[in-house]
């Protein structure tokens, strides 16, 4: 057929005319077999219908198949604009249905996404945004086929595999739930923290599935446990009673929850045990701005109610936060003076924080003031300030709480910091020096860390604390001293006047502490020392002035590598700008041979100072001659020709063999 095709359409007229008689050849042989058929069995109905003129007028086959392309190629052009025409009506419908959606009004939303999908039966987005308004109905069945329908329009439709897991899950379908999710994560590795979050949803509804399902099966079996639970909610629940009957009831009630672990947690959710609040004397005393005495124990016994009830129990943990009056209370109750009050809602956060998912429900509340509020803890005396700097310490790593965190930070939070950096010999010491710490940690955030920077308050503070610290100070004030060395470290990875018009007494403070018998101290202050002086040249002369040439020396012999690292460093910043230091590293470093261990070191760092502080020594008259005889040039060239990642190598050690050479043509 492709033949005779190819000679009918053929230029050579010869070709043509014997294609038109085999075309005509075969519809004879071919019309032929069909009415011998037809003759053989009678039973056998042919309704073909055959254009026999085709055979009568071999002449217009050409024409007919010209006219045959020409009409291909015509319906092409109408079903591509009948397309286009159905995509823009198609994706109308869709605006439609998303606005319905978002108004709320699901019914419609579905109603548009179905009017789009007849004008569009392969649109994918009308298939999913169907598929999500049928879930809000809880429609789950029809959202599982609705994203059946998506992926056969695209396999990898990220979101037909997200919906289709949440409708499985909300079936209790646990293992296409999760098989769905994995499918996410094949698709696209970026969405790990989706899965993980989606997986960690299901891992929770599945157990609270299963948990409720053995809760009832001891109820059925005749628990007291389960009736005591029961009957204790319900005597809670009458209304009229005195305040004392409550606190009472909800004391038995946190000693049966807790006797019975898992269970009791169970029994006390499935009979609806967070609707205590709505009793009106319970939510009155949980909500009152200033407690009675009397309140303030109905409030302390529904807190070890809350403990018994949510310890390691996801589910009532989320349960109890979406109480409104509880969210609400927090913050208020922690602030709130009480000892006691306090105490408990403490560690009722604590059972929170300790864990990923218990922060994820905090992190869902309005923490704003939470750092200003758990970092006074700072002032109390007992238990109180381990525990509220354990929260600060739990919440302090997650982005959302640091970005809640800047809501306060300069009204709030500065104020109150550098009030407890003022009075660090009357607080809690070791807490302060972890207050410290997470404001460090604070300062991963670039907007955070540069207010704080900026602060001239807070700087003179950790000045006044620096002040203070003798060698025989306490372990508690040592680790202030600690933290704040290195809060002023992670400052000064900022520039900005401030930090310019206080270098001078930072590095003085800094150089006082280098004889310190702590280590760790000493470590540090040189890493300020490393980080403060580039500011100021009154810094660099002041020090060199003080000894810190000698000093660097002493540490460069016998430190480890961080101290080298920093000692270093501080080292080629002085010998940058200071003949004088120049001078006295080539007094205390004899031939300068500390120097040229560090070129044959592995750290990249070490070596590209080295080199630096070495080509400004040899600046100086006499310095090259003293380098006679030694394994200088070996080591030069090794580094000046090596692979460092770190271009100051090549170029420090390249510098330094160059003055080398031109001081010393030996």
Not at 213 to 230: F, L
Not at 603 to 609: A, K, S
């Amino acid at each position: 057929l492709a033949n005779l095709l190819q000679g009918l359409s053929s230029p050579d007229s010869a070709v043509r005319e014997k294609a038109i008689a085999e075309t005509e050849k075969k519809l004879q042989e071919q019309g032929g077999s069909r009415e011998d058929e037809e003759e053989e069995s009678r039973t056998t109905l042919n309704r073909t219908l055959i254009n026999t003129s085709v055979r009568a007028f071999p002449s217009e086959i050409k024409a007919g198949f010209s006219g045959f392309l020409a009409a291909l190629e015509k319906d092409a052009k109408e079903r591509a604009q009948r397309r286009r025409s159905n995509e823009q009506l198609a994706n109308a419908l869709k605006e439609q249905g998303n606005e319905a959606f978002r108004a709320g009004d699901f019914a419609l939303a579905i109603q548009r996404y179905s009017q789009g999908l007849e004008k569009l039966r392969d649109k994918q987005e009308l298939y999913t945004n169907r598929a999500q308004a049928y879930l809000k109905l809880h429609e789950y069945e029809k959202a599982i086929s609705d994203c059946e329908w998506a992926l056969k329009c695209n396999k990898n439709c990220l979101k037909a595999y997200f919906l289709m897991g949440k409708a499985h899950l909300a079936l209790q379908h646990f293992p296409e739930c999760r098989q769905c999710y994995e499918k996410m994560l094949q698709i696209d590795p970026q969405k790990e923290n989706l899965f993980k979050d989606c997986v960690n949803e299901a891992r929770l509804e599945e157990k609270r599935v299963r948990d409720e399902e053995r809760a009832e099966k001891e109820a059925q079996a005749g628990s007291v446990a389960a009736s005591s639970i029961q009957e204790l909610l319900q005597r809670i629940s009458s209304p009229g009673q005195d305040i004392l009957y409550y606190t009472g009831g909800i004391r038995l009630l946190a000693e049966a929850v807790h006797s019975c672990e898992c269970s009791g947690q169970t029994f006390f959710r499935t009979n609806n045990g967070f609707s205590i609040l709505r009793n009106e004397t319970v939510r009155g005393a949980f909500c009152a701005e200033s407690k009675s005495p009397a309140e303030v124990e109905l409030c302390v016994s529904l807190f070890l109610l809350f403990q018994a009830a949510c310890a390691g129990n996801e589910e009532n943990q989320r349960l109890l936060l979406a109480q409104p009056q509880v969210s609400a209370q927090l913050a208020e109750l922690l602030s709130s003076g009480t000892a006691q009050l306090q105490r408990e809602t403490l560690a009722l956060i604590s059972l929170y924080s300790e864990h990923e998912s218990g922060r994820r429900l905090l992190l869902m509340q309005d923490l704003s003031r939470w750092l200003q509020i758990l970092m006074a803890f700072v002032k109390s005396t007992d238990a109180r300030a381990d525990s509220a700097m354990n929260i600060l310490s739990d919440l302090i790593g997650e982005e959302r709480f640091q970005t809640q965190c800047r809501a306060t930070f300069s009204t709030g939070v500065l104020p109150l910091f550098t009030q407890l950096l003022g009075c660090a010999r009357q607080v809690e010491q070791a807490a302060l020096a972890r207050a410290v710490g997470v404001l460090g940690s604070l300062c991963a955030d670039v907007g955070l860390r540069a207010q704080l920077a900026q602060s001239r308050e807070c700087w003179q503070a950790c000045l006044q604390l620096l002040d203070g610290c003798p060698d025989a100070s306490s372990p508690g004030y040592q680790l202030c001293v600690f933290a704040v060395l290195g809060l002023m470290m992670n400052l000064l990875l900022e520039s900005n006047g401030t930090i310019q018009d206080l270098a001078v007494p930072i590095s003085g403070r800094c150089l006082a502490l280098l004889s310190h018998q702590d280590g760790k101290i000493v470590t540090r202050a040189i890493g300020v020392l490393s980080r403060v002086l580039p500011a100021s040249p009154s810094a660099v002369e002041e020090v060199v002035k003080g000894g810190v040439v000698k000093k660097m020396v002493k540490f460069l012999k016998a430190g480890g590598q961080l101290t080298c690292s920093y000692a270093i460093k501080t080292l080629s910043i002085c010998t940058k700008s200071s003949r004088r230091a120049q001078e006295e590293l080539l007094k205390w470093d004899k031939r300068l041979q500390v120097l040229l261990k560090l070129l044959q070191a592995g750290d990249e760092l070490l070596v590209g100072n080295a080199a630096f502080c070495l080509s400004q020594c040899l600046l100086l008259p006499g310095a090259a001659s003293a380098l006679l005889g030694s394994s200088v040039v070996q080591l030069l060239l090794r580094q000046a020709g090596g692979d460092a990642q770190r271009t100051s190598v090549q170029q420090n050690s390249a510098i330094a063999l160059g003055r080398l050479c031109v001081a010393e043509p030996r």
